[in-house]
């Protein structure tokens, strides 16, 4: 009786090794597609987040906002404005003394703090002050809250319930008697305005505590 081989042939390992191949490259290019989706995702997510913390941050201090002027580090100069808000390209963009300074390690420091934010190469960051009257030797604690910011713009609502691009307005100190009056001067609310590339322009209107 003749004999039959048990093993392959040379076209049947192959067309196996040509499958498996086929499967291998398709398997990795799925798995590939997968991994970068997730990393686009996790991005995007963290500059949700950046996005939803800066807002928060910036509503907080501006709804603590205290009518508290400062000294300028050079003790000849005149005060401080309690509320600074430049117009666009002006450095800070904003300054402003606010309350409600958590101070949980009991530090002997005041309950009101100095902040100030600057957008710089499209970076949105927040520095406050560890006193609220600094010196030419004072330094400032740095966070940034933002980054890929195409522009960042307030406007202020005055008393008589119009928008103005810097605070205080160009006009004269409606409604104040004295030149203290004036430093403590704060708008009835500011409206905050995003632009990123990714969500566009954002908007919010925060109010200012009487």
Known sequence: MRRHSGGFTLIELAVAILIVA???AIGYSTLNQAIKSHEMLRDEQTRLLSLQNAVRVLEQD??????????????DD?????????APGSQPVLALTREGWANPAGLQRPGLQRVAYYLENGTLRREYWNVLDPTLASTTVKHELMQHVKTFTLRYLDVNHNWQTQWPPATSCQGCTSS????????????ITFETDEWG?????V???A
């Open 201 to 205: 322009k954002i908007v919010r209107i």
């Open 22 to 24: 086929v499967i291998a």
């Open 207 to 209: 109010e200012i505590a």
């Open 62 to 75: 501006l709804m603590q906002a205290a009518p508290r002027p400062v000294r300028q580090a050079v003790g």
């Open 180 to 191: 203290e009056q004036a430093l403590r001067q704060r708008p009835l609310a500011v409206e």
């Open 78 to 86: 005149p005060p401080q404005l309690a509320f600074v808000g430049a």
